[in-house]
């Protein structure tokens, strides 16, 4: 007990001491300066995700191309586009795997021992609040020896190029949109005219500008027009394929930002006023930097949509563009003679449709669950028919490892998305079917 001259008074047998020295009101974790150090944390953490995503993408990538090698069946453009590309990779490779790991490595520690003290009650009191996108220099943080820091810090941070939200990405990095805006196009056209499509004579770009382009393959053609979403100032393309009077439009929306988990609702959001503007079968938007995250389809009852990484660090990305083409002929052809991958022969199996030169096989089903129908693609090749790509098999640390088994089960020859053991979900409900 402390000694008398230090009581102020006594109260109903309560001592109350005379001055304060140790007792700590949580009030004071909510003040301004403290909302302004949680920012500057979340905006270190985010900066350092953004930095170890582009790294492991670069490690992530050498690991795909020694895999996608093994498969045989494959038709010669594949192989033709792979061997461009591969030229280009294997220089970064050599030069920049084992840095990468290292850089990689030590982001994540960084990031483990700052999230480990998110626990604490300065964080947890704070964690939402919202400070304004400018801050106040406050006495405390312009004269307190640690606030200041923080200040100089969180200053830094703002005037820099990463942007912490989407609303500041605009503002921030036009040049870096109209970049990838452009690569998107290229790699669409690359994408389309390594798929046995033969490349149509018009100019696809002129004065910088690009123009659009055809292609032509058996029965089917295929159309790259570039389209302006004026509501949103974006720039997309449209892919629109036909064969005979069927047609189908997909909209590929280059989509330069870090699409969070929360970030499929906000797409959603976004997708109502494009569609309103723009009508179109599906919808795809192509986001940058996450290679490591499945792409995903989404369909509501209105507009059917979906998200797919594509980036310039990622040798899959073509693959997942051919995925979308490949899925778009099957569903305009009217009858199933020719195959769409490899321009082969269809044979009719018992339930399904069958190519003998690339193995892939094709059928239709009826969903048990919402009584629609839809096609769906497989291959008839053991290796990848028999390869289980369950979750359970990995660990947090590898996880992006089961992102990419899954994302390559069947060699992006699958058009619908699948269950561990390579079954077709309904791309209607996301209800696995049952064969
Ligand atoms: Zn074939
Ligand atoms: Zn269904």
Known sequence: ???????????????????????????????????????TVDQVVTLLRNYKNIFTDIIYNKISFDLSVMDKSNHLYHYLALGKLY???????????????????TFDRIIGRICANHSRPVYKKNRKSKIGLRVRKTNILAMHKDYRHIFTLKKTLDRSDYPSDIGELGANSALLKKNYENFCNMLTVFSLGHFRFKTGEDLIY????????????????????????????????????????????????????????????????????????????????????????????????????????VSINDINSFKRIQRILLDAMIKVSATHDICPFCGGTFELNEKNYYCKKCKTELGRLICMTCEKAFYYTSVNYPALKEKVVSPDDYTPDNYWKYCQDKDSQFNYRNITALTSNGLPICPHCNEAVKQ
């Open 87 to 105: 030229v280009g990779y294997a220089k970064s490779d050599e030069l920049f795997t084992e840095k990468c790991e290292k850089y990689a490595n």
């Open 206 to 309: 002129e004065n910088r500008e690009f123009k659009g382009a055809s292609f032509e393959f058996e029965k089917w053609r295929a159309e790259l027009l570039p389209v302006r979403i004026r509501c949103l100032n974006m720039r997309a393309i449209a892919l629109s394929v036909s064969s005979g009077v069927n047609k189908h439009v997909t909209l590929l929306i280059p989509f330069m930002s870090d699409p969070g988990k929360e970030c499929a609702g906000f797409m959603g959001g976004l997708l109502s006023d494009i569609a309103r503007e723009y009508k179109a079968d599906n919808y795809i938007f192509f986001i940058a930097e996450k290679s490591l995250q499945i792409p995903t389809y989404y369909s509501s009852t209105t507009i059917s949509f979906g998200i797919l990484p």
């Open 1 to 39: 007990m402390a000694p008398p001259e230090h009581w102020k008074s006594i109260d109903n047998g309560k001592i109350k001491p005379l001055r304060l020295l140790t007792e700590v009101y949580e009030d004071d974790y909510t003040i301004y300066e403290n909302k302004v150090f949680c920012r």
